[in-house]
């Protein structure tokens, strides 16, 4: 047996161990993997380990052949000059590739297959936004579960997610992909993510490598413009942006993808102090760094490098492992190793992490683990997947406004008129990372309305316009149609491509002519129930004053039609809360509920504040925010003590109840204010939230336990501590309307 064969064996016989990334103080590596790790990398050339740092997107013959990567690509691997493929899917596709790399290269070093899951494969859940607005992060973990386990099925090992950039500006078209404006919120829905995807066992063949993403502080960009400059302090990096990513490491992220923008001048891709001294030495990720797509290249556009081979140097330098499609490792490694500019250690360091990440997938026991497709045509689209697409779509629609309780409709009787672009559209609802979605798997609003109904009930329809034209031709079959109706439906808001990735708004008005449809249909004089369908926070004023009954539905997936209809014949009562502050305009933005106070807080009564003179100062609907249908009183907050000191905990209680006659869920969240410190603190930040369900009349005693480790922040001296002070404490179902005490905490 040869001494590769050997190595091998030996790899092959290694105890597969979840070294997954421990949080400090956990136990090391498995020696005996880092041993095995050692004996393939003497085995490696130079030119072999560039390979292991490359990622190819998967480039394909032409069409109508069986399915075939381009000659060249199918070279590369056979070289060994590939790592990993995206956006290669299939057990059969994936199988035949992944022949090339363990059959024909010289190592027969398995590839790894990623691809963009971000809210499910074929089965495809609500955007991200919507799934944060449940506020009920094991219910998210689920669908991350479901998701794996169908790219699972499709040879797909690693997905490029959860996205848990923090978004502030709804013009920045990525606010779709994360879970909205509080570092709170987005740490437990990261988390959630984390476990969802990987399970608790990656060798598992239903487990995938996470991709918590974009490291960091992408959606701090300036203007709201895609990959702008983020130009924000340490201290804001550390206690905005950075929380969801730390939590996400905690839950055991196996790789991160770095972010195309600079912070203050430094491009992520070669921030080390991003990419080592805070992921790596301050957390204690053992998992390795990807590019995003060409980060390594863009180097150069940002100025931060003045060649290919200086980009490729900043930033395996600075800690980025692997280099998605720039090839700039797999032309320049060798080069700048021989010129003595790089050394070799630093590589095999990467290298290492990436074999290491296929060792925890058990790719080395069996490099077609994930290549079944047995179990691809038994899991795609599975029923019980679409059910729990279904609930959660369902749960994460916020009721906004339901004057006189125009909502729930009747589904047993009269006639309804369903109106507006995206009431039929099934394309739509997939959102900005459909995945493998197809527009034939969607439940169309209009669908799930007459499945619905009873036959007594008649439904008619008009699309009224189109999402984003100023042509009015359609308005008169939609005028006759409201007519005819008892109520009307109209189904409103953005295209799918209208966000996501360079899709940034300057307006965040219902695009084209859709509210002068709205305004025809108003005119007829009947009730009117809006479902909104967009990837942002939208600027609704008119929509506020006139409309009876808002729902925002967001971008709601495969089932968006069962889960609207769910909702608006209450079949389920609506218990989302938003993750987003709505602005009353777009001149408003950057508006978010846990700001600074100022010097001169806003008060519009009060000239000489921080507020504009032509719109009110808050937002027309607040972080946190939802209705139900039925309505919940609090009572006082009670405090377990006035004092603490630092290391103890608080514990906070309220009480809860259903005041309505219908049963309702309501997620109660918990706010502290920092009254005074080194430096300036927050208005108020979310620590913790719960949601419940009461029937009519019943009520609840939540209780949170709060520590001092809970208000740490990054103080004057850049430390992350508690200082001792007075803290305001508040507690409600919104960021708004809330209960308050207060309570010191003293120092030890
Ligand atoms: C894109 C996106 C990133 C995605 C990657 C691979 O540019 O920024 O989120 O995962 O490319 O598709």
Not at 61 to 89: C, F, H, M, W
Not at 218 to 243: F, K, M, Q
Request: aromatic share 8%; charged share 25%.
């Amino acid at each position: 047996m040869n001494r590769i064969s050997v190595a091998l064996a030996f790899l092959l016989a290694l105890p597969i161990v979840q070294s997954s990334s421990r949080p400090p103080g956990t136990p090391p590596l498995n020696s005996a993997v880092e041993r095995r790790l050692d004996s393939l990398l003497a085995l490696m050339t130079l030119e072999e380990k560039a390979g292991q740092l490359t990622q190819y997107t998967a480039r394909w013959t032409a069409p109508g052949e069986r399915v075939r990567l381009i000659p060249d690509q199918e070279a590369l691997i056979r070289k060994g000059k590939v790592g990993s493929l995206l956006n290669a899917y299939g057990a059969d596709v994936t199988r035949r590739i992944q022949e090339i790399a363990v059959k024909e290269s010289r190592l027969k070093i398995p590839l790894v297959f990623g691809y963009d899951v971000i809210h499910g494969l074929r089965t495809v859940f609500p955007i991200p936004l919507g799934e944060a607005s449940t506020w009920e992060p094991g219910l998210i973990e689920k669908a991350a579960r479901v998701a794996a386990t169908e790219a699972s099925a499709m040879g797909i090992q690693w997905t490029f997610a959860p996205m848990v950039d923090i978004a502030r500006d709804p013009r920045w078209g990525r606010i779709a992909e994360g879970s909205g404006e509080d570092p709170y919120l987005g740490a437990a829905m990261a988390a959630a993510h984390v476990r969802g995807f990987q399970g608790d066992d990656l060798s598992q063949p239903n487990t995938i490598l996470s991709c918590p993403k974009h490291f960091a502080a992408y959606g701090g960009a300036e203007g709201g413009r895609d990959y702008n400059a983020v130009d924000i302090s340490e201290r804001t990096l550390r206690d905005v942006y950075l929380p969801p990513f730390e939590a996400a490491v905690k839950a055991g992220a196996a790789t991160i993808m770095c972010s195309f923008n600079e912070i203050a001048g430094v491009p992520s891709t070669g921030n080390r102090q991003l990419l080592t001294d805070i992921l790596r030495k301050e957390w204690g990720f053992d998992g390795f760094v990807v590019s995003d797509w060409g980060s390594i290249g863009e180097l150069r556009a940002h100025g931060f490098a003045s060649s290919g081979a200086e980009a490729a140097l900043l930033a395996l330098s600075a800690g980025t492992d692997m280099d998605m499609e720039s090839n700039l490792y797999g032309e320049q490694v060798e080069v700048l190793v021989r010129s003595g500019k790089l050394a070799e250690s630093v590589v095999d360091e990467s290298v290492r992490r990436i074999l290491r990440a296929k060792i925890r997938l058990g790719l080395f026991d069996d490099p077609y683990r994930y290549c079944s497709v047995v179990r691809e045509r038994s899991l795609i689209l599975h029923p019980d997947h679409r059910a729990l697409a279904r609930d959660v779509a369902r749960r994460s629609m916020v009721l906004l406004k339901n004057e006189k309780n125009l909502l729930p409709l009747n589904k047993q009787a009269g006639t309804l008129a369903v109106i507006g672009p995206l009431a039929a559209d099934s394309i739509n609802p997939l959102g900005t990372w459909d995945a493998l979605g197809r527009p034939a798997d969607v439940v169309t609003v209009l669908e799930g309305i007459r499945k619905a109904v009873s036959p007594q009930t008649t439904v008619l329809y008009a699309k009224g316009c189109a999402i984003d034209s100023s042509a009015t031709d359609g308005f008169g079959e939609a005028i006759a149609a409201a007519r005819r109706a008892d109520v009307v439906v109209m189904v409103l808001g953005e295209a799918s491509s209208m966000s996501g990735e360079a899709s940034c708004r300057s307006v965040l008005d219902l695009p084209g002519n859709q509210e002068a449809l709205l305004k025809a249909i108003h005119a007829v004089g009947k009730p009117i129930v809006v479902i909104l369908m967009n990837g942002r926070p939208l600027t609704i004023p008119w929509l506020d004053q006139q409309i009876p009954a808002i729902l925002e539905a967001w971008m709601p997936g495969v089932e968006a039609g069962g889960a609207v209809a769910d909702v608006i014949f209450g079949d389920y009562a609506p218990s989302g809360r938003l993750p987003v502050t709505f602005p009353r305009r777009v001149g408003q933005v950057p508006i978010y509920y846990n700001h600074k106070s100022t010097g001169r807080p806003a008060d519009d009564t009060v000239k000489y504040t921080s507020r504009y003179l032509d719109v009110p100062s808050s937002p027309l609907y607040p972080f946190g925010y939802g209705l139900s249908y039925t309505r919940f009183a609090y009572g006082r907050l009670t405090l377990s003590a006035a004092r603490i000191r630092e290391g103890e905990s608080l514990r906070v209680g309220i009480e809860v109840r259903n005041t309505g006659e219908r049963p309702g869920e309501e997620t109660v969240q918990l706010y502290v204010q920092d009254e005074f410190g080194s430096v300036t603190r927050p208005v108020k930040e979310l620590k913790g939230f719960c949601k419940i369900a009461l029937a009519p009349g019943e009520k609840k005693n939540i209780e949170f336990m709060l520590s001092t480790a809970d208000l740490a922040f990054t103080t004057l001296d850049m430390k992350h501590r508690v200082e001792p002070g007075t803290f305001k404490v508040f507690a409600g179902g919104n960021s708004r309307d809330l209960a308050a005490s207060s309570f010191e905490v003293v120092a030890r």
